[in-house]
């Protein structure tokens, strides 16, 4: 049984679907006025590996990511570039699919556009207004949020509470300092739509809300997004959900917890701030992934030089670990006896409960992570030329599944070019002749060439460097 944290109840609990089988999913995602960073990359590529993990438990995913295309950072940008918040839009969407893709993220079942749905946007606000949950001021619209009485509920807050702690800015026309903008009258410089209240914009919070109900029913399974979302964000998203259809809006919200780098909040002040396009140039995407899987995904996640040269060990470990028992299962002779394959049978099975336990317990993908390098170290030790060929089989088969779900060891073994195989032959016949020194002048020219070489009790093995 999968088990969830909820952050609205602040426990696990069960995962029960709304509708057996199914699950919707909604992410909040980027505001695209700049390339993404590498805390962005957290929720993008844990909430991938949860899905595909829920994908392989059979169940059919609707995953909704949306994209913020028009807010207060795009309108300040697009201004400053002399070009439109859509062109703005256009170019960091197109960016989001290059780095997404390239950190193995797979494309959400639909990813909307904020500025593609204004009506949904307008037609719940008009209803809040119906209801007398929202006002409109000088062709703005504030949620009342006194008039809802489960405000707070989410963040575990009372309205007292936060009402001590809240001001209001004086440019703005709230009643109270809790309530919060629907509808943004239009200002100048501002791009705007036609309302009932007049030309103006939505606030942030609405797009959430619309986008989700629209693709995945007014009542859904899972809500996420970073811990940063968790207030306002996602308070005032279950104000206007519930607000609007007058019943509970998702049963599972889950939050990130915060990618810091070297120990410290990442800043564009303190100077260590990294877009995934800077990172991706010194490392591969799926160290990264490697990294952000080390670690439970509730927990503070530390990104540092030390951290990533110890994924990228890790991986490599997988990847050595695979290719080995890719070569076994090539030569691998089928199993004499049922008996000789019962040993490694009750071990693998060990091993994928493991995993799976770990996955089903908040999605634990460093308990997970543990099982996978549990196979790996039986691979290393268990697994050996006399190994029956079912068993090196059935452990490749448990090593591609745990590694589907978490998107790793997505690159095929490497394509040898003749005139490279050709020296490593000839590597090879230099070293069973002892000729030490032809050896490595021809590991050096392969080397120059791009490949190294490996030596192990299989032979050697040719590795693009
Ligand atoms: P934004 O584009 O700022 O709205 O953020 C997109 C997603 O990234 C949201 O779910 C944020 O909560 C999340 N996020 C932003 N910064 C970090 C960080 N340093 N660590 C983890 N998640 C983050
Ligand atoms: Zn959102």
């Known amino acids: 049984m999968i088990q969830i944290y909820n952050s609205q109840t602040r426990q696990k609990e069960n995962f029960v679907p709304l509708t057996p089988g199914k699950v919707g999913m909604y992410c909040c995602g980027p505001t695209v006025y700049d390339y993404f960073h590498i805390g962005n990359a957290r929720p993008f590529i844990m909430f991938d590996v949860f899905r595909r993990f829920l994908e392989s438990r059979g169940y059919e995913v609707t995953f909704v990511q949306n994209f913020t295309d028009v807010d207060d950072k795009m309108i300040d940008r697009a201004n400053r570039e002399g070009i439109t918040v ?12 290059k780095d997404a893709g390239a950190l193995g993220v797979k494309p959400a079942t639909v990813h909307p556009r904020a500025t593609e749905h204004m009506q949904e946007m307008i037609e719940i606000i008009r209803g809040l207004v119906d209801r007398g949950l929202a006002y409109e001021k000088d062709g703005s619209v504030y949620f009342s949020t006194p008039d809802f009485h489960d405000y707070g509920k989410l963040s575990g807050q009372n309205l007292e509470d936060l009402d001590s702690g809240a001001r209001v ?3 703005e026309e709230k009643r109270n300092p809790l309530d919060f903008a629907l509808w943004k009258a239009e200002k100048p410089g501002e791009p705007s739509w036609d309302s009932p209240w007049g030309k103006g914009r939505p606030g942030w919070h609405i797009e959430c809300s619309a986008m989700s109900m629209k693709y995945l029913g007014d009542r859904f399974d899972i809500h996420c997004g970073g811990q940063d979302l968790l207030f306002p964000h996602h308070e005032n998203e279950v104000a206007q959900s519930e607000g609007y259809t007058g019943h509970p809006f998702v049963n599972y919200w889950m939050h990130n917890g915060f990618l810091n780098i070297d120990n410290t909040k990442m800043s564009k002040s303190l100077g260590n701030f990294f877009t995934v396009r800077d990172i991706l140039k010194e490392y591969e995407p799926e160290s990264v ?26 991986l490599t470990r997988l990847y050595t670990a695979r290719d080995r028992m890719t070569d076994l299962e090539k030569t691998a002779k089928p199993a004499a006896h049922q008996d000789d394959l019962d040993d490694m049978k009750g ?17 634990n993908t460093a308990e997970a992570m543990g099982a ?60 069973k002749d002892k000729n030490w020194a032809r050896s490595d002048e021809l590991r050096a020219k392969l080397s120059e060439m791009g490949w190294l070489v490996e030596d192990s009790p299989q032979g050697q093995k040719l590795r693009r460097a």
């Open 372 to 431: 996978l390098f549990e196979l790996v170290y039986l691979a290393n030790t268990e697994l050996n030329e006399s190994s029956a060929k079912e068993s090196v089989e059935e452990a490749l088969a448990l090593l591609n599944k745990m590694t589907g779900i978490f998107g790793l060891l997505t690159k095929k073994e490497d394509e040898v070019p003749q005139e490279v195989q050709e020296l490593a032959n000839e590597r090879a016949q230099a070293r």
């Open 289 to 314: 992934r490697m990294l952000m899987l080390s670690a439970h995904y509730r927990s503070p996640l530390n990104f540092s030089r030390e951290m990533m040269a110890q994924a990228k060990a890790s």
């Open 347 to 363: 071990k693998l099975k060990e091993i994928e409960e493991r995993f799976d336990a770990g996955m089903d317990n908040d999605f």
């Open 86 to 97: 859509k062109e703005l839009g256009d170019r960091f969407i197109a960016e989001y699919w």
């Open 169 to 171: 800015s004086v440019d």
